[in-house]
């Protein structure tokens, strides 16, 4: 069984799915229903200690005292993707990455492209940092939040680094 639960934050309601004792997915709840990804009776909304313990440590995140998240995480992919999402994992807060960089970094460095579209599917965002992942040139691109959103997070990052908060 899975078990969702939703955290108002300054970016709007963001969904958050534990499975098996583990997160699987944080996402903008956006327009879109649950059972559009899920097949109904697979997901009970509900509050349990994991989603109580991520809930809590988002508020920190959006707060400014929280830079690491401390959560079982458990997305679902790819063993390229999965690779992908540790290499984001270690981005540290306030510092961003270019898609090269991280191709570079798995060790596949024409692999830009892949690295771009499994940056994409995360499903696991703000905790698995791919807002961290911008263009070579500097620029924001890309983002399944949309880059208003990306751009927030990094400006909040920014801000909460230089200040250290």
Same mark, same amino acid.
């Given at each position: 069984?899975?078990?969702? $639960?939703?955290?108002?934050?300054?970016?709007? *309601? +963001? &969904?958050? %799915?534990?499975? !098996?004792?583990?997160?699987?997915?944080?996402?903008?709840?956006?327009?879109?229903?649950?059972?559009?990804?899920?097949?109904?009776?697979?997901?009970?909304?509900?509050?349990?200690?994991?989603?109580?313990?991520?809930?809590?440590?988002?508020?920190?995140?959006?707060?400014?005292?929280?830079?690491?998240?401390?959560?079982?995480?458990?997305?679902?992919?790819? $063993?390229?993707?999965?690779?992908?999402?540790? *290499? +984001? &994992?270690? %981005?540290?807060? !306030?510092?961003?990455?270019?898609?090269?960089?991280?191709?570079?970094?798995?060790?596949?460095?024409?692999?830009?492209?892949?690295?771009?579209?499994?940056?994409?599917?995360?499903?696991?965002?703000?905790?698995?940092?791919?807002?961290?992942?911008?263009?070579?040139?500097?620029?924001?691109?890309?983002?399944?939040?949309?880059?208003?959103?990306?751009?927030?997070?990094?400006?909040?990052?920014?801000?909460?680094?230089?200040?250290?908060?």
């Amino acid at each position: 069984m899975k078990y969702v $639960a939703y955290y108002t934050s300054p970016l709007g *309601a +963001l &969904r958050m %799915i534990e499975e !098996g004792n583990a997160l699987t997915h944080l996402s903008l709840a956006g327009e879109e229903t649950l059972f559009a990804e899920f097949p109904e009776g697979t997901v009970e909304q509900r509050s349990t200690p994991l989603l109580d313990t991520a809930k809590a440590q988002l508020r920190e995140y959006f707060q400014g005292t929280r830079q690491h998240f401390d959560l079982p995480l458990h997305p679902s992919g790819t $063993a390229f993707q999965q690779k992908v999402w540790d *290499a +984001l &994992r270690t %981005i540290p807060y !306030g510092e961003t990455r270019s898609y090269k960089e991280i191709a570079i970094q798995i060790q596949n460095p024409k692999g830009c492209r892949a690295v771009g579209m499994a940056n994409n599917r995360n499903p696991i965002m703000i905790v698995i940092p791919c807002h961290r992942v911008i263009g070579s040139n500097g620029t924001l691109v890309g983002y399944a939040g949309g880059l208003k959103v990306k751009e927030w997070l990094l400006e909040h990052e920014k801000m909460r680094w230089y200040y250290g908060t």
